[in-house]
Protein backbone atom coordinates (compact mmCIF):
# COMPACT_ATOMS: atom_id res chain seq x y z
CA UNK A 1 0.00 0.00 0.00
CA UNK A 2 3.25 2.21 0.72
CA UNK A 3 4.56 1.65 -2.56
CA UNK A 4 1.31 2.21 -4.30
CA UNK A 5 0.63 5.76 -2.32
CA UNK A 6 3.61 6.91 -3.59
CA UNK A 7 2.96 5.54 -7.20
CA UNK A 8 -0.33 7.72 -7.25
CA UNK A 9 -2.02 10.75 -6.95
CA UNK A 10 -4.98 9.53 -5.46
CA UNK A 11 -6.49 5.97 -4.23
CA UNK A 12 -9.76 3.92 -5.37
CA UNK A 13 -10.31 0.80 -3.47
CA UNK A 14 -12.96 -1.46 -4.79
CA UNK A 15 -14.05 -4.88 -3.77
CA UNK A 16 -16.98 -6.91 -4.96
CA UNK A 17 -19.02 -9.06 -2.22
CA UNK A 18 -17.34 -10.07 0.92
CA UNK A 19 -14.32 -8.62 -0.98
CA UNK A 20 -16.54 -5.14 -0.49
CA UNK A 21 -16.37 -5.09 3.23
CA UNK A 22 -12.74 -5.59 3.14
CA UNK A 23 -12.16 -2.82 0.89
CA UNK A 24 -14.21 -0.57 3.15
CA UNK A 25 -12.61 -1.76 5.98
CA UNK A 26 -8.96 -0.75 4.13
CA UNK A 27 -10.32 2.52 3.35
CA UNK A 28 -11.42 3.32 6.74
CA UNK A 29 -7.63 2.44 8.00
CA UNK A 30 -6.20 4.46 5.28
CA UNK A 31 -8.59 7.04 6.55
CA UNK A 32 -7.42 6.84 10.03
CA UNK A 33 -3.73 6.50 8.60
CA UNK A 34 -3.85 10.08 6.57
CA UNK A 35 -5.92 11.90 9.32
CA UNK A 36 -3.40 13.45 11.12
CA UNK A 37 -0.97 14.25 7.87
CA UNK A 38 -1.48 17.83 6.30
CA UNK A 39 -1.69 16.52 2.65
CA UNK A 40 -2.96 13.34 1.95
CA UNK A 41 -4.56 11.34 -1.29
CA UNK A 42 -7.79 11.44 -2.17
CA UNK A 43 -9.33 8.05 -1.55
CA UNK A 44 -12.86 6.71 -2.99
CA UNK A 45 -14.28 2.94 -1.76
CA UNK A 46 -16.15 1.55 -4.90
CA UNK A 47 -18.22 -2.01 -3.33
CA UNK A 48 -20.62 -3.94 -5.37
CA UNK A 49 -22.81 -6.25 -3.46
CA UNK A 50 -20.85 -5.58 -0.43
CA UNK A 51 -22.48 -6.68 3.32
CA UNK A 52 -23.11 -3.55 5.91
CA UNK A 53 -20.03 -4.13 8.34
CA UNK A 54 -21.06 -1.55 10.96
CA UNK A 55 -23.36 -0.44 13.76
CA UNK A 56 -24.76 2.60 14.46
CA UNK A 57 -21.63 4.06 16.28
CA UNK A 58 -19.26 3.33 13.82
CA UNK A 59 -21.85 5.26 11.37
CA UNK A 60 -21.89 8.18 13.42
CA UNK A 61 -18.19 8.31 13.62
CA UNK A 62 -17.52 8.08 9.95
CA UNK A 63 -19.94 10.94 10.10
CA UNK A 64 -18.50 12.75 12.35
CA UNK A 65 -15.37 12.46 10.71
CA UNK A 66 -16.83 13.51 6.93
CA UNK A 67 -15.79 10.17 5.57
CA UNK A 68 -18.90 9.65 4.32
CA UNK A 69 -18.29 10.89 0.34
CA UNK A 70 -15.22 8.63 0.61
CA UNK A 71 -17.58 5.79 0.13
CA UNK A 72 -20.34 4.36 -2.78
CA UNK A 73 -21.95 1.39 -2.18
CA UNK A 74 -23.45 -0.30 -5.42
CA UNK A 75 -26.16 -2.81 -4.53
CA UNK A 76 -28.74 -4.50 -7.30
CA UNK A 77 -32.74 -4.28 -5.99
CA UNK A 78 -32.52 -8.05 -6.26
CA UNK A 79 -28.87 -8.83 -4.50
CA UNK A 80 -29.53 -10.87 -1.85
CA UNK A 81 -25.98 -10.50 -0.02
CA UNK A 82 -26.19 -6.58 1.03
CA UNK A 83 -28.94 -7.66 3.20
CA UNK A 84 -27.96 -11.36 4.21
CA UNK A 85 -25.87 -10.62 7.23
CA UNK A 86 -27.75 -8.20 8.95
CA UNK A 87 -30.48 -11.11 9.37
CA UNK A 88 -29.85 -13.80 12.29
CA UNK A 89 -29.42 -16.92 9.90
CA UNK A 90 -28.07 -19.07 13.30
CA UNK A 91 -29.72 -21.89 11.36
CA UNK A 92 -28.74 -21.46 7.92
CA UNK A 93 -25.15 -21.58 8.25
CA UNK A 94 -24.81 -24.66 6.11
CA UNK A 95 -27.01 -22.90 3.21
CA UNK A 96 -24.38 -19.61 3.49
CA UNK A 97 -22.00 -22.32 2.88
CA UNK A 98 -23.16 -23.26 -0.70
CA UNK A 99 -23.83 -19.87 -1.60
CA UNK A 100 -20.46 -18.27 -1.05
CA UNK A 101 -18.47 -21.12 -2.52
CA UNK A 102 -21.08 -20.89 -5.63
CA UNK A 103 -20.74 -16.93 -5.83
CA UNK A 104 -17.07 -16.89 -5.67
CA UNK A 105 -16.41 -20.10 -8.72
CA UNK A 106 -19.01 -18.46 -10.33
CA UNK A 107 -16.60 -14.88 -10.25
CA UNK A 108 -13.66 -16.78 -11.34
CA UNK A 109 -15.57 -19.07 -14.84
CA UNK A 110 -19.89 -19.10 -15.26
CA UNK A 111 -18.06 -22.73 -15.80
CA UNK A 112 -16.85 -23.39 -12.46
CA UNK A 113 -20.15 -22.24 -10.92
CA UNK A 114 -21.89 -24.85 -12.91
CA UNK A 115 -19.54 -27.76 -10.97
CA UNK A 116 -20.51 -26.50 -7.59
CA UNK A 117 -23.06 -27.79 -5.18
CA UNK A 118 -26.14 -25.56 -5.78
CA UNK A 119 -28.73 -25.10 -2.99
CA UNK A 120 -32.28 -27.03 -3.87
CA UNK A 121 -35.42 -24.63 -4.95
CA UNK A 122 -36.70 -25.18 -1.71
CA UNK A 123 -33.84 -24.09 0.27
CA UNK A 124 -33.42 -20.96 -1.88
CA UNK A 125 -37.02 -20.24 -0.94
CA UNK A 126 -36.63 -20.93 2.88
CA UNK A 127 -33.56 -18.50 3.23
CA UNK A 128 -35.01 -15.62 0.96
CA UNK A 129 -38.18 -15.75 2.58
CA UNK A 130 -36.14 -15.49 6.43
CA UNK A 131 -34.28 -12.66 5.28
CA UNK A 132 -37.75 -10.92 3.54
CA UNK A 133 -39.10 -11.56 6.76
CA UNK A 134 -36.60 -9.74 8.76
CA UNK A 135 -36.74 -6.78 6.19
CA UNK A 136 -40.39 -6.41 7.07
CA UNK A 137 -39.57 -5.56 10.45
CA UNK A 138 -37.48 -2.52 9.52
CA UNK A 139 -39.47 -1.36 6.56
CA UNK A 140 -42.30 -1.49 8.90
CA UNK A 141 -40.98 0.54 11.55
CA UNK A 142 -41.54 4.52 11.66
CA UNK A 143 -38.68 6.61 10.83
CA UNK A 144 -37.88 7.35 14.60
CA UNK A 145 -38.00 3.31 15.59
CA UNK A 146 -35.75 1.70 13.17
CA UNK A 147 -33.17 -0.74 15.13
CA UNK A 148 -30.82 -2.81 12.96
CA UNK A 149 -27.58 -4.71 13.81
CA UNK A 150 -26.02 -3.04 11.10
CA UNK A 151 -25.87 0.46 9.85
CA UNK A 152 -25.46 2.10 6.63
CA UNK A 153 -22.89 4.84 5.75
CA UNK A 154 -21.66 6.53 2.59
CA UNK A 155 -23.20 7.09 -0.61
CA UNK A 156 -25.75 4.20 -1.89
CA UNK A 157 -26.15 3.53 -5.26
CA UNK A 158 -29.20 1.35 -6.26
CA UNK A 159 -29.39 -0.08 -10.01
CA UNK A 160 -32.24 -2.13 -11.24
CA UNK A 161 -32.86 -2.89 -15.12
CA UNK A 162 -34.57 0.38 -15.02
CA UNK A 163 -31.55 2.60 -14.03
CA UNK A 164 -30.63 3.82 -10.43
CA UNK A 165 -30.94 6.30 -7.82
CA UNK A 166 -28.35 7.50 -5.20
CA UNK A 167 -29.24 7.77 -1.06
CA UNK A 168 -27.07 8.66 1.76
CA UNK A 169 -29.72 8.82 4.64
CA UNK A 170 -29.07 6.05 6.95
CA UNK A 171 -32.42 4.77 7.54
CA UNK A 172 -33.42 5.37 4.20
CA UNK A 173 -31.37 3.38 2.92
CA UNK A 174 -32.04 0.65 5.35
CA UNK A 175 -35.87 1.12 4.13
CA UNK A 176 -34.92 0.44 0.74
CA UNK A 177 -33.16 -2.39 0.84
CA UNK A 178 -35.42 -4.10 2.37
CA UNK A 179 -38.36 -2.47 0.41
CA UNK A 180 -36.52 -3.32 -2.84
CA UNK A 181 -36.10 -6.89 -1.92
CA UNK A 182 -39.68 -7.82 -1.26
CA UNK A 183 -39.75 -7.13 -5.68
CA UNK A 184 -37.60 -9.60 -5.82
CA UNK A 185 -38.08 -13.61 -6.18
CA UNK A 186 -35.75 -16.67 -4.22
CA UNK A 187 -33.76 -17.27 -7.97
CA UNK A 188 -33.11 -13.76 -8.93
CA UNK A 189 -31.70 -13.16 -5.43
CA UNK A 190 -29.17 -15.28 -5.35
CA UNK A 191 -28.24 -14.75 -9.35
CA UNK A 192 -28.54 -11.28 -9.05
CA UNK A 193 -25.38 -11.11 -7.38
CA UNK A 194 -23.15 -11.91 -9.98
CA UNK A 195 -25.00 -9.42 -12.33
CA UNK A 196 -23.00 -6.41 -11.18
CA UNK A 197 -20.81 -5.79 -14.70
CA UNK A 198 -24.37 -5.60 -16.58
CA UNK A 199 -26.01 -3.11 -14.22
CA UNK A 200 -22.93 -0.69 -14.32
CA UNK A 201 -22.82 -1.03 -18.62
CA UNK A 202 -26.34 -0.61 -18.20
CA UNK A 203 -26.64 2.07 -15.94
CA UNK A 204 -23.70 4.04 -17.98
CA UNK A 205 -25.76 4.12 -21.28
CA UNK A 206 -29.60 5.48 -19.04
CA UNK A 207 -27.63 7.99 -18.35
CA UNK A 208 -26.97 9.24 -21.56
CA UNK A 209 -30.45 8.79 -22.63
CA UNK A 210 -33.35 10.72 -21.96
CA UNK A 211 -36.03 9.24 -18.84
CA UNK A 212 -39.37 9.50 -20.06
CA UNK A 213 -41.84 8.31 -17.44
CA UNK A 214 -44.09 4.97 -18.54
CA UNK A 215 -46.82 5.56 -15.76
CA UNK A 216 -50.10 6.46 -17.44
CA UNK A 217 -50.98 8.73 -14.88
CA UNK A 218 -48.94 12.00 -14.99
CA UNK A 219 -48.09 13.58 -11.94
CA UNK A 220 -48.99 16.54 -10.58
CA UNK A 221 -45.96 18.76 -10.33
CA UNK A 222 -41.99 18.01 -10.91
CA UNK A 223 -41.10 16.46 -7.46
CA UNK A 224 -43.79 14.43 -8.24
CA UNK A 225 -42.84 13.63 -11.79
CA UNK A 226 -39.07 13.12 -10.18
CA UNK A 227 -40.20 10.80 -7.12
CA UNK A 228 -41.87 8.33 -10.00
CA UNK A 229 -39.17 8.51 -12.20
CA UNK A 230 -36.84 7.52 -9.00
CA UNK A 231 -39.19 4.57 -8.10
CA UNK A 232 -39.36 3.50 -11.65
CA UNK A 233 -35.22 2.97 -11.26
CA UNK A 234 -35.06 1.75 -8.39
CA UNK A 235 -37.19 -1.34 -10.13
CA UNK A 236 -40.29 -0.45 -7.72
CA UNK A 237 -43.23 -0.10 -9.84
CA UNK A 238 -45.00 3.24 -9.15
CA UNK A 239 -48.53 1.25 -8.28
CA UNK A 240 -47.49 -1.53 -6.85
CA UNK A 241 -48.18 -1.67 -3.22
CA UNK A 242 -44.65 -1.54 -1.86
CA UNK A 243 -44.22 2.19 -4.09
CA UNK A 244 -45.65 3.91 -1.03
CA UNK A 245 -43.61 2.85 1.45
CA UNK A 246 -40.63 3.35 -0.96
CA UNK A 247 -42.06 6.89 -1.97
CA UNK A 248 -42.21 7.90 2.05
CA UNK A 249 -38.67 6.84 2.27
CA UNK A 250 -37.28 9.15 -0.83
CA UNK A 251 -39.35 12.36 0.61
CA UNK A 252 -37.84 11.50 3.79
CA UNK A 253 -34.34 11.15 2.68
CA UNK A 254 -34.99 14.18 0.16
CA UNK A 255 -36.03 16.62 3.00
CA UNK A 256 -33.36 15.52 5.08
CA UNK A 257 -30.98 16.10 2.44
CA UNK A 258 -32.05 19.77 2.22
CA UNK A 259 -31.59 20.59 5.53
CA UNK A 260 -27.61 21.35 5.58
CA UNK A 261 -27.85 23.53 2.78
CA UNK A 262 -31.09 25.11 4.62
CA UNK A 263 -28.93 25.57 7.56
CA UNK A 264 -25.92 27.03 5.70
CA UNK A 265 -28.28 29.06 4.25
CA UNK A 266 -29.70 30.38 7.09
CA UNK A 267 -26.12 30.97 8.93
CA UNK A 268 -24.76 33.05 6.03
CA UNK A 269 -27.49 35.90 7.03
CA UNK A 270 -26.30 35.34 10.63
CA UNK A 271 -22.76 36.25 9.57
CA UNK A 272 -23.98 39.01 8.02
CA UNK A 273 -25.55 40.34 11.21
CA UNK A 274 -22.59 39.83 13.66
CA UNK A 275 -20.75 42.14 10.54
CA UNK A 276 -20.72 45.09 12.46
CA UNK A 277 -19.02 43.44 15.48
CA UNK A 278 -16.18 42.26 13.58
CA UNK A 279 -16.14 45.89 12.24
CA UNK A 280 -16.22 47.45 15.40
CA UNK A 281 -13.20 45.68 16.00
CA UNK A 282 -11.13 46.20 13.15
CA UNK A 283 -11.94 50.28 13.74
CA UNK A 284 -10.57 49.35 17.74
CA UNK A 285 -7.43 47.98 16.11
CA UNK A 286 -6.72 50.90 13.22
CA UNK A 287 -7.26 53.78 16.75
CA UNK A 288 -4.79 51.52 18.70
CA UNK A 289 -2.14 51.28 15.85
CA UNK A 290 -2.22 54.84 15.49
CA UNK A 291 -2.69 55.90 18.93
CA UNK A 292 -0.14 58.09 20.41
CA UNK A 293 1.48 55.39 22.81
CA UNK A 294 2.22 53.48 20.12
CA UNK A 295 1.64 50.49 21.83
CA UNK A 296 -0.39 48.91 19.13
CA UNK A 297 -3.62 46.36 19.24
CA UNK A 298 -2.63 43.89 21.49
CA UNK A 299 -1.00 45.59 24.14
CA UNK A 300 -3.52 48.17 24.23
CA UNK A 301 -6.02 45.70 25.21
CA UNK A 302 -4.17 44.20 27.45
CA UNK A 303 -3.13 47.21 29.10
CA UNK A 304 -5.74 49.21 28.75
CA UNK A 305 -8.25 50.10 32.10
CA UNK A 306 -11.78 49.41 32.51
CA UNK A 307 -13.58 51.95 29.62
CA UNK A 308 -16.22 52.06 27.39
CA UNK A 309 -14.61 51.16 24.78
CA UNK A 310 -12.80 48.21 26.33
CA UNK A 311 -15.81 46.80 27.13
CA UNK A 312 -17.83 47.10 24.07
CA UNK A 313 -15.03 45.35 22.43
CA UNK A 314 -14.83 42.45 24.85
CA UNK A 315 -18.55 42.20 24.33
CA UNK A 316 -18.15 42.15 20.56
CA UNK A 317 -15.53 38.86 21.03
CA UNK A 318 -17.87 36.98 23.15
CA UNK A 319 -20.88 37.50 20.88
CA UNK A 320 -18.02 36.02 17.92
CA UNK A 321 -16.92 33.49 19.83
CA UNK A 322 -20.84 32.51 20.37
CA UNK A 323 -21.58 32.82 16.65
CA UNK A 324 -18.25 30.61 15.39
CA UNK A 325 -19.16 28.08 18.96
CA UNK A 326 -22.53 27.27 17.33
CA UNK A 327 -20.90 26.90 13.57
CA UNK A 328 -18.58 24.37 14.55
CA UNK A 329 -21.50 22.46 16.97
CA UNK A 330 -23.38 22.24 13.96
CA UNK A 331 -20.55 21.58 11.65
CA UNK A 332 -19.98 18.16 13.84
CA UNK A 333 -23.44 17.04 14.18
CA UNK A 334 -23.67 16.96 10.70
CA UNK A 335 -26.37 19.59 10.56
CA UNK A 336 -24.33 21.33 7.69
CA UNK A 337 -23.13 20.35 4.27
CA UNK A 338 -20.12 17.55 4.41
CA UNK A 339 -18.23 20.34 2.04
CA UNK A 340 -18.68 23.25 4.46
CA UNK A 341 -15.38 23.54 5.64
CA UNK A 342 -14.08 23.33 2.16
CA UNK A 343 -16.27 26.28 1.07
CA UNK A 344 -13.99 29.50 0.67
CA UNK A 345 -16.80 31.68 1.99
CA UNK A 346 -16.78 30.01 5.31
CA UNK A 347 -12.99 29.40 5.35
CA UNK A 348 -11.93 32.62 4.67
CA UNK A 349 -14.36 34.39 7.33
CA UNK A 350 -13.03 31.82 9.95
CA UNK A 351 -9.56 32.58 9.16
CA UNK A 352 -10.17 36.30 9.24
CA UNK A 353 -12.24 35.83 12.48
CA UNK A 354 -9.19 33.85 14.14
CA UNK A 355 -6.63 36.23 12.90
CA UNK A 356 -8.77 39.20 14.08
CA UNK A 357 -9.83 37.96 17.46
CA UNK A 358 -7.50 35.32 19.05
CA UNK A 359 -4.73 38.10 19.90
CA UNK A 360 -7.59 39.81 22.23
CA UNK A 361 -8.01 36.20 23.34
CA UNK A 362 -4.25 35.73 24.36
CA UNK A 363 -4.45 39.52 25.43
CA UNK A 364 -7.41 38.76 28.03
CA UNK A 365 -5.68 35.21 29.30
CA UNK A 366 -2.31 36.95 30.18
CA UNK A 367 -3.93 40.43 31.20
CA UNK A 368 -5.51 37.94 34.20
CA UNK A 369 -2.69 36.22 34.92
CA UNK A 370 -4.71 33.20 33.65
CA UNK A 371 -1.23 31.52 32.89
CA UNK A 372 0.08 31.87 35.95
CA UNK A 373 -2.57 29.56 37.54
CA UNK A 374 -3.40 27.13 34.60
CA UNK A 375 -0.08 27.36 32.38
CA UNK A 376 0.41 29.08 29.17
CA UNK A 377 -2.08 29.78 26.50
CA UNK A 378 -1.15 27.80 23.39
CA UNK A 379 -1.09 24.65 26.26
CA UNK A 380 -3.86 25.63 28.55
CA UNK A 381 -5.75 28.53 27.37
CA UNK A 382 -6.43 27.79 23.65
CA UNK A 383 -10.33 27.45 22.36
CA UNK A 384 -10.75 24.26 19.67
CA UNK A 385 -12.63 26.66 17.86
CA UNK A 386 -9.24 28.33 16.72
CA UNK A 387 -7.38 24.39 16.28
CA UNK A 388 -10.51 23.73 14.19
CA UNK A 389 -9.82 26.90 12.26
CA UNK A 390 -6.42 25.88 11.58
CA UNK A 391 -6.99 22.68 9.82
CA UNK A 392 -9.36 24.04 7.35
CA UNK A 393 -7.21 27.03 6.57
CA UNK A 394 -4.61 23.82 6.16
CA UNK A 395 -6.76 21.95 4.36
CA UNK A 396 -7.89 24.66 1.53
CA UNK A 397 -7.02 24.78 -2.08
CA UNK A 398 -3.91 27.11 -2.78
CA UNK A 399 -3.08 29.12 -5.41
CA UNK A 400 0.02 30.38 -6.90
CA UNK A 401 -1.26 34.12 -6.06
CA UNK A 402 -1.47 33.04 -2.76
CA UNK A 403 2.05 33.06 -2.23
CA UNK A 404 3.21 35.98 -3.96
CA UNK A 405 5.47 37.93 -1.77
CA UNK A 406 3.85 41.06 0.15
CA UNK A 407 5.07 44.59 -0.29
CA UNK A 408 3.92 45.87 2.87
CA UNK A 409 2.99 44.42 6.38
CA UNK A 410 -0.42 42.41 6.46
CA UNK A 411 -3.14 43.98 7.89
CA UNK A 412 -3.73 40.91 10.46
CA UNK A 413 -0.48 39.08 11.97
CA UNK A 414 -1.06 36.05 10.17
CA UNK A 415 0.55 34.03 13.21
CA UNK A 416 -2.85 34.27 15.46
CA UNK A 417 -1.12 32.27 18.09
CA UNK A 418 2.33 34.99 17.89
CA UNK A 419 1.84 36.82 20.44
CA UNK A 420 1.15 33.94 22.82
CA UNK A 421 4.70 32.81 21.87
CA UNK A 422 6.00 36.26 22.53
CA UNK A 423 4.70 35.90 26.47
CA UNK A 424 6.36 32.22 26.51
CA UNK A 425 9.52 34.10 25.42
CA UNK A 426 9.31 36.73 28.15
CA UNK A 427 9.01 33.69 30.39
CA UNK A 428 12.18 32.18 29.35
CA UNK A 429 13.96 35.58 29.07
CA UNK A 430 13.14 36.24 33.12
CA UNK A 431 14.33 32.59 34.02
CA UNK A 432 17.96 33.61 32.26
CA UNK A 433 17.94 36.95 34.04
CA UNK A 434 17.94 34.87 36.96
CA UNK A 435 20.33 32.77 35.78
CA UNK A 436 19.54 29.35 36.80
CA UNK A 437 22.25 27.58 35.23
CA UNK A 438 20.60 24.26 34.93
CA UNK A 439 18.04 25.29 32.41
CA UNK A 440 20.12 27.77 30.57
CA UNK A 441 21.14 25.67 27.31
CA UNK A 442 17.34 24.76 26.78
CA UNK A 443 16.06 28.49 27.19
CA UNK A 444 18.23 30.25 25.12
CA UNK A 445 17.95 27.16 22.10
CA UNK A 446 14.31 28.02 22.90
CA UNK A 447 14.50 31.87 22.85
CA UNK A 448 16.88 32.38 19.84
CA UNK A 449 14.13 29.99 17.77
CA UNK A 450 11.41 32.12 18.67
CA UNK A 451 14.05 35.06 17.64
CA UNK A 452 14.40 33.47 14.57
CA UNK A 453 10.95 33.05 13.78
CA UNK A 454 9.87 36.27 14.58
CA UNK A 455 12.46 37.29 12.71
CA UNK A 456 11.15 35.60 9.28
CA UNK A 457 7.50 36.89 9.50
CA UNK A 458 8.99 40.54 10.08
CA UNK A 459 10.86 40.24 7.28
CA UNK A 460 8.52 38.27 5.07
CA UNK A 461 6.14 41.27 6.23
CA UNK A 462 3.60 38.52 7.38
CA UNK A 463 3.40 40.63 10.54
CA UNK A 464 1.05 43.78 11.34
CA UNK A 465 2.16 46.98 12.50
CA UNK A 466 1.55 46.68 15.50
CA UNK A 467 3.78 44.30 16.23
CA UNK A 468 7.22 46.49 15.35
CA UNK A 469 5.41 49.58 17.07
CA UNK A 470 7.88 51.26 19.08
CA UNK A 471 6.11 50.53 22.80
CA UNK A 472 5.13 47.18 21.79
CA UNK A 473 5.74 43.97 23.60
CA UNK A 474 7.44 42.25 20.83
CA UNK A 475 10.17 45.19 20.17
CA UNK A 476 10.68 45.79 24.22
CA UNK A 477 11.30 42.40 24.27
CA UNK A 478 14.14 42.30 21.26
CA UNK A 479 15.55 44.94 22.96
CA UNK A 480 15.49 43.70 26.19
CA UNK A 481 17.34 40.42 24.46
CA UNK A 482 19.76 42.13 22.23
CA UNK A 483 21.15 44.26 25.48
CA UNK A 484 21.48 40.77 27.58
CA UNK A 485 23.41 39.43 24.74
CA UNK A 486 25.66 42.37 25.02
CA UNK A 487 25.95 42.00 28.61
CA UNK A 488 27.10 38.53 28.14
Known amino acids: MTKVMEKSKSIVIT???????????????????????THHHP????????????????????????????????????????????????SLSPKLHIIFRYWHLSMASPQFGKLATQLTEREKEELFYIVLAHSNTISDLGEGSVQSQFWPFGNFFFCSE????????????????????????????????????????????????????????????????????ALESAGIPFQDEVAHMAE????????????????????????????????????????????????????????????VRHDRVNMNRHKLATFWNRVIDMWENNELPPDFN?????????????????????????????????????????????????????????????????????????????WARLEEAKDLLEIIKRGDVRKLAPIWKSLENFERYARGLIERKEVSEDVIAKNSSYTLWAQELRALKLNM
Open 15 to 37: GHSLGGAAATLCTLWLLSFFHTK
Open 248 to 307: HSLRTASRIGQTPNMNAAKLAISLSKITPYRAEIEWYKTSCDEADNQLGYYDCFKKEDAS
Open 342 to 418: MRAKWVNASQFYKLLVEPLDIAEYYRRDTHIVHGHYLKCGRERRYEIFDKWWRGREVTEEGNTQRMKYASLTQDSCF
Open 162 to 229: HGAICLDNAISVLKMLDLMLKTSAPNLSIEDHLNYGDHVKKVGVQYMERKNLNSLCLPNSSYEAGLAL
Open 43 to 90: ILCITFGSPLIGNESLSRAIQRERWCGKFCHVVSNHDIMPRLLSTPLP
